[in-house]
């Protein structure tokens, strides 16, 4: 079965503001955790990562957050722009191989 | 663009043809990966190549018959389908092994079976 999940189907915020985007895991295995972005017409995109030896990670405009005591994963995006409008899917490795497992994905929105 | 590109963007096809679906990636990588996109569906993983070889098959029905002649490449070969199967078909890439689990997609396939 499914071990990632998104809270959350669809999120709507205006532009400028900061949106939060999150996801529970329910392997305590797992040690490395991915968001990818997904705009209509093309392939999931990678954004950020982090491994499970971290708590936070930053990157242009985003930053990801893992609480490994209660299994949930976090992507803040700050400043949401009208192109970051896209499904976002949270995803982990558990097993040490090369495999993901992806959550269903979350629909962000971001209006003018 | 990522470095993974997949021909042909779009296809339709009736439930007795045959037709496969190409990938290739230019990032000299080792592993590739074959997944399902449906609606309101996580992706479903099929299958997985590392160094050319199959290590990985998801509980996938023979009517999908994955071929993998280098680490470059990757096909997915189609017969006899049915209209369940009309998804959006992705094709990944990847270092391989623990070094690094980020995978790099192509743009994908939308199958349409009839």
């Known amino acids: 079965g499914e071990s990632v999940g998104l809270h959350l189907p669809t999120l709507s915020v205006q532009e400028g503001d900061n949106s939060i985007i999150n996801c529970a895991y329910s392997?305590?295995?797992?040690?490395?955790f991915i968001w990818y972005k997904q705009e209509s017409g093309k392939g999931p995109q990678f954004i950020i990562d982090i491994r499970s030896n971290m708590d936070k990670r930053q990157g242009q405009r985003v930053t990801v957050l893992l609480n490994k005591t209660v299994k949930h994963l976090s992507l803040q995006i700050a400043a949401t722009q009208p192109g970051d409008s896209a499904v976002y899917f949270c995803a982990e490795n558990n097993d040490g191989s090369e495999k993901l497992v992806f959550g269903k994905g979350m629909k962000l929105t971001v209006n003018p | 663009e990522t470095g993974v590109t997949q021909t042909p963007r779009h296809l339709v096809m009736g439930m007795t043809n045959k037709k496969s679906l190409k990938c290739e990636q230019h990032?000299?990588?080792?592993?590739m990966y074959w997944y399902k996109q449906s609606a309101k569906k996580p992706l479903e993983l099929m299958f997985v190549y590392n160094f050319k070889e199959q290590t990985e098959n998801n509980s996938v029905p023979s009517r999908f018959s994955p071929e993998c002649p280098n680490s470059s490449h990757l096909f997915l070969h189609l017969h006899t389908l049915q209209p369940e199967d009309s998804a959006l078909y992705l094709c990944?890439?990847?270092?391989?092994?623990?070094?690094?689990?980020?995978?790099?997609f192509g743009p994908g396939t939308r199958l349409t079976v009839t």
């Open positions: 990032l000299g990588h080792n592993a």
């Open positions: 990944a890439s990847s270092l391989g092994g623990a070094a690094s689990y980020e995978q790099y």
């Open positions: 392997n305590s295995a797992s040690d490395y």
